[in-house]
């Protein structure tokens, strides 16, 4: 027993370092685009709540369409209240109804109906929520690898230029470089390290966007590698798909509701009426000794539309400027939808041909330049400052190549949304 008690804390405390191993090591694992887009997914309230509306809706489309609950009514009649007792006067009678109101023509079908087109709509702005969840998340996250693997260039490149200020200061000491070409190397030193500064916070901006999507995860390092994005159908198909765009289809039914709105307000010009069935039970014999006979008693009421100039009339004017302001925005959301569809292809075009121009010509032009100006300034041919400028064009280039790839790539997760591409 001694033996146990004293081994505890030891399997303790190897547990206890196993977790924190297995926490370090899940925090340093690398996230990819798919597991954050899921992530985001996942973990959006927004689409949520428009699937519980949507829910609500489809529930309100039943109730609408059901009749009115029936009214139970008791109560005395023609009790005399001067004399006499219930049995006394012939027309004393303990009443018992029931009535049911019936609305006007179509109205409950036309309600329900508006309800449904409602529910159907908030359905497809839940769809278009999560298009653009995944979109704003892809750009996010695509946003950190940049400034990621910006910070990656940068620090490779600085042990060169570490190594160019030492050569410098050293041949400087000799006297077989000027003052001026050490500060220069020092200030350029200086500035790489400015520069990683602004990387840094660049990075955590970017982090810190991209948590507002997957929450603390995007506090671990983006996988090195991007998502491809060099391939998307022709313009004429995704203008074909952006019609069945979710958030045009929710436009639509917002139409369809309106027309139903309409349709009902046509409808309420129609007289609503009531059915009332009533049973009167009455005590007391006749003059001829036999018992006082119950009353059944059955009526209609009719609504009267005398007043329909500011009711209905007003009504259905609403009703029809409603359906016209969401057709209207129906068709301005397809403008701008479109407008941006085409815009952004041809911003994914010229980035896609800038990006082949650099991984063509330009990336190897640049560092051929820069491998050129080192070895005349080697064999005291070329000048220090060609070799600063040419070095850091060849970083420069380096990152240029990189965020092409970046803003290609978010500009894919936009047609992505538009066009239906699957991320």
């Known amino acids: 027993m001694t033996l146990f008690c004293g081994r505890l804390p030891l399997h303790l405390l190897w547990l206890l370092l196993a977790l924190a191993f297995t926490a370090q090591a899940q925090h340093n694992l690398p996230l990819t685009l798919a597991e954050a887009e899921q992530l985001a997914l996942d973990q959006e309230p927004g689409h949520a709540a428009m699937l519980a509306q949507a829910a609500a809706l489809k529930d309100h489309a039943v109730a609408a369409g059901q009749l009115p609950d029936p009214i139970f009514r008791a109560g005395l009649a023609n009790y005399p209240i001067s004399s006499g007792g219930f049995s006394t006067e012939g027309m004393t009678q303990a009443q018992l109804g029931l009535r049911q109101s019936f609305p006007s023509g179509k109205s409950r079908a036309f309600s329900t109906e508006q309800y449904e ?22 750009r996010a996250w695509l946003e950190a690898y940049y400034w990621q693997r910006a910070r990656d260039i940068v620090t490779e490149s600085r042990p060169f230029f570490g190594d160019l200020v030492e050569v410098t200061r050293s041949q400087y000491a000799v006297g077989r470089k000027t003052q001026h070409d ?24 970017a982090t810190a966007m991209l948590s507002a999507w997957t929450g603390s995860i995007a506090n671990r390092p983006m996988s090195s590698t991007p998502p491809n994005s060099q391939q998307i159908p022709e313009i004429g198909v995704l203008r074909s798909a952006l019609e069945a765009h979710p958030a045009l289809l929710a436009a639509e039914a917002q139409v369809d509701a309106r027309r ?6 046509e409808e309420q010009k129609k007289p609503a009426w009531a059915l009332d069935l009533g049973y009167g039970y009455r005590d007391g014999t006749l003059p001829s000794g036999e018992p006082r006979s119950d009353f059944v008693s059955l009526s209609v009421s009719l609504e009267l539309p005398f007043f329909q100039k500011n009711r209905q009339d007003r009504k259905l004017s609403a009703a029809l400027s409603e359906r016209s302001a969401a057709e209207y925005k129906k068709d301005q959301l397809l403008r701008e939808m479109a407008s941006q569809l085409d815009a952004e292809f041809t911003h994914w075009t010229d ?3 800038r990006v082949g121009l650099y991984e063509s010509r330009i ?8 491998q050129a100006a080192l070895l005349a300034y080697q064999s005291e041919a070329g ?6 400028r040419a070095y850091i ?3 420069n280039t380096r990152l240029e190549h990189v965020r092409l790839q970046v803003d290609r790539g978010q500009s894919y997760a ?8 699957s991320q």
Request: aromatic residues 4%; negative net charge; glycine residues 6%.
């Open 117 to 138: 087109s409602l529910a159907l709509g908030m359905g497809e702005s839940a769809d278009a929520r999560s298009r653009d969840v995944l979109m704003q998340t892809r």
């Open 182 to 205: 050490l500060l220069r190397a020092e200030l350029e030193f200086s500035r790489l390290d400015d520069r990683l500064i602004e990387i840094d916070r660049q990075y955590a901006q």
């Open 260 to 265: 139903a709105g309409v349709n009902l307000a």
């Open 351 to 353: 980035l896609t041909r």
């Open 363 to 370: 990336l190897s032009l640049s560092e051929d330049q820069a």
């Open 383 to 388: 000048d220090f400052a060609d070799v600063m």
């Open 393 to 395: 064009n060849d970083l």
């Open 414 to 421: 936009v047609l992505a949304n538009l066009g239906g591409i």
